[in-house]
């Protein structure tokens, strides 16, 4: 069955398997704590141990040789390779043992997820990234509660950094809480340099906001961020990868014209957050011009291999290029 993460303060116990997807790791971790709401042990797992030895695992269950009294697993990563064990031990008589898989995002059409949302005995928990007000009411009342005195742009800033994610809201407040500590005062500037500004953005992020040709937020991105000359060979195939993807979504928007249902049928489905900024990169390009990049990409991948200690320019060049909203492609 499927619960709102804010729900499960009025989960029923008797529910033993968990299934908790989702990016919001701070969030994640909350919900399984308050699940194992007591201090007994919890072994925890990968995926890929549990998968390699299926036998093994489902045996040592089944013989509870595991424990001697109830025990909790967590299983982390999880994917639809572990559906067939969570089905063979759904039939089994397991009431003592309590199963959590964590895992990040999983599509509507997993099998895991499917069964765990059909299933009325079993919970699957969606975890969904904080919304900035969450976040600033979080900051703020560690702020006041440590009596910590900073203003509310550095408070934005903070937010933003954190990228809807409370764990990295919670690093960071943690930080400034240990440098104030001995007086020191909490300025821009050294905040910058406090909560490692620098490290937070991610390809994708960079990508998608390359293909929406938001060139100020690209260059925001590119200029906060150290790529490695190793870095670029990704980014230029993530750049190819989510290029087709939306080659596909203008040719389906030629046709039909609608955009909101371009957006609905897409398949795979696109993740609710993502929604907008697919809009915005279906409306900047057409199946023409996206091909054009794509071509282009190719390109710059066989330049960059060529020159891989200039990498770092050449795709920064390419990226800026293909962020402005002038470049003819």
């Given at each position: 069955?499927?619960?709102?993460?804010?729900?499960?303060?009025?989960?029923?116990?008797?529910?033993?398997?968990?299934?908790?997807?989702?990016?919001?790791?701070?969030?994640?971790?909350?919900?399984?704590?308050?699940?194992?709401?007591?201090?007994?042990?919890?072994?925890?797992?990968?995926?890929?141990?549990?998968?390699?030895?299926?036998?093994?695992?489902?045996?040592?269950?089944?013989?509870?040789?595991?424990?001697?009294?109830?025990?909790?697993?967590?299983?982390?990563?999880?994917?639809?390779?572990?559906?067939?064990?969570?089905?063979?031990?759904?039939?089994?008589?397991?009431?003592?043992?309590?199963?959590?898989?964590?895992?990040?995002?999983?599509?509507?059409?997993?099998?895991?997820?499917?069964?765990?949302?059909?299933?009325?005995?079993?919970?699957?928990?969606?975890?969904?990234?904080?919304?900035?007000?969450?976040?600033?009411?979080?900051?703020?009342?560690?702020f006041k509660d440590?009596?910590?005195?900073?203003?509310?742009?550095?408070?934005?800033?903070?937010?933003?950094?954190?990228?809807?994610?409370?764990?990295?809201?919670?690093?960071?407040?943690?930080?400034?809480?240990?440098?104030?500590?001995?007086?020191?005062?909490?300025?821009?500037?050294?905040?910058?340099?406090?909560?490692?500004?620098?490290?937070?953005?991610?390809?994708?992020?960079?990508?998608?906001?390359?293909?929406?040709?938001?060139?100020?937020?690209?260059?925001?991105?590119l200029n906060e961020?150290?790529?490695?000359?190793?870095?670029?060979?990704?980014?230029?195939?993530?750049?190819?990868?989510?290029?087709?993807?939306?080659?596909?979504?203008?040719?389906?928007?030629?046709?039909?014209?609608?955009?909101?249902?371009?957006?609905?049928?897409?398949?795979p489905a696109i993740?609710?957050?993502?929604?907008?900024?697919?809009?915005?990169?279906?409306?900047?390009?057409?199946?023409?011009?996206?091909?054009?990049?794509?071509?282009?990409?190719?390109?710059?991948?066989?330049?960059?291999?060529?020159?891989?200690?200039?990498?770092?320019?050449?795709?920064?060049?390419?990226?800026?290029?293909?962020?402005?909203?002038?470049?003819?492609?």
């Amino acid at each position: 069955m499927i619960l709102k993460s804010y729900e499960i303060n009025d989960l029923n116990l008797k529910n033993n398997f968990f299934l908790v997807y989702g990016k919001n790791e701070g969030l994640k971790k909350e919900i399984i704590k308050k699940i194992f709401d007591n201090n007994k042990e919890v072994l925890q797992y990968e995926e890929k141990e549990i998968v390699e030895n299926s036998s093994n695992f489902i045996e040592s269950i089944l013989t509870n040789s595991l424990f001697e009294d109830d025990k909790k697993i967590i299983i982390k990563r999880v994917t639809d390779k572990i559906f067939k064990i969570i089905e063979e031990l759904s039939t089994r008589n397991v009431d003592r043992l309590s199963l959590i898989l964590d895992t990040d995002i999983l599509e509507k059409r997993s099998k895991l997820r499917s069964f765990f949302e059909k299933n009325k005995k079993y919970v699957c928990i969606a975890i969904y990234p904080d919304t900035p007000q969450t976040l600033q009411k979080l900051a703020i009342k560690f702020f006041k509660d440590k009596n910590i005195s900073i203003s509310q742009s550095n408070i934005n800033l903070i937010i933003n950094k954190s990228n809807g994610d409370r764990e990295k809201l919670l690093k960071d407040v943690q930080k400034i809480e240990f440098y104030t500590k001995n007086g020191k005062k909490i300025t821009n500037e050294n905040l910058i340099k406090l909560i490692n500004l620098t490290e937070d953005y991610n390809v994708s992020e960079l990508i998608d906001n390359c293909l929406a040709k938001n060139e100020k937020k690209t260059l925001t991105i590119l200029n906060e961020n150290n790529f490695s000359n190793e870095d670029c060979i990704l980014i230029t195939r993530i750049f190819l990868n989510k290029s087709k993807k939306i080659l596909k979504l203008c040719q389906e928007f030629e046709k039909n014209n609608n955009i909101d249902l371009t957006i609905s049928s897409a398949k795979p489905a696109i993740f609710w957050k993502d929604k907008e900024i697919t809009k915005q990169q279906i409306y900047m390009w057409k199946p023409e011009t996206i091909k054009n990049l794509i071509y282009k990409i190719n390109e710059i991948e066989l330049i960059i291999k060529k020159n891989l200690n200039n990498s770092v320019n050449l795709i920064t060049d390419f990226l800026l290029e293909q962020s402005s909203k002038d470049t003819n492609n």
